[in-house]
């Protein structure tokens, strides 16, 4: 299924894609998607069921602001330096480990939505990331069929970064990562049954229509499964919660100078296979 939510920023509603590409309504049926819905197997079966007998109200999507597939998020973690090439092309060492940092929740919006950038900022970065939302409490898991087991489904994020907050201002990378609006999420929340390899899915980002991300979940250091089995000896997951689990290369710190980092006035649309495609006008904070 892919699951979304629309209107206005805090009045959203559930809604589902149908097969045919038709926007239906989900409010007669779940109260949301978030990790309550996401856990309740009784309730998402209700959701099948009722898609599958096309009796949920079609919606119009004109106009229609789509916002972040997922409501309460509990907590954003990210995996950084998670790509051969992306390692690579920023001089980094592969990491022996997964490198795990968080953004606040409140980072997510929408996949259309603005996108600002903080003020004094000259370092403002592009990455787009493979979202891996959690649908079971998850703690000490013990092997790679035991993490799949606990995803919920997947989504297209936008891990926007300040690299200079990020990596010249001292401390660790949240500086850098938690500025408002830098986490887009969506259109949509594709269950785990519409993707059967995580490791198979192209991500590619444009900037102002230039290609500049062209990758593949293939070049992981770490897969989908050992992050959320890793992840799992060191914190909780519950349901709602989401892991963003890396970018390939093609950012802008790993260009020549002068690098193109995002200004006001840039437009970035991304997009991975089977996920759907997000599109963001900068403007400044």
Sequence with gaps: MKLLRVGTAGAERPALLDAGGTLR??????????????????????VRAAADAGTLPALDPAGLRIGPPLARIGKVVCIGLNYHDHAAETGAETPAEPVVFFKAADTVVGPNDTVLVPRGSVKTDWEVELAVVIGRTARYLESAEQALAHVAGYAVAHDVSEREFQIERGGTWDKGKNCETFNPL??????????????????????NGELKQDGTTARQIFPVAEVVRYVSHFMTLYPGDVINTGTPAGVAMGRPEPKPYLRAGDVA?????????????LKGA
């Design 269 to 281: 649309e991304l997009e991975i296979d089977g996920l759907g495609r997000q599109r963001q006008e």
């Design 25 to 46: 309504d989900l409010s007669g049926t779940v109260a949301d998607v978030d990790g309550a819905l996401l856990a309740d197997d009784a309730a998402l079966a209700r």
């Design 186 to 207: 969506g259109p949509w929340l594709v269950t785990a049954d519409e993707v059967p390899d995580p490791q198979a899915l192209g991500l590619r980002l444009w900037v």
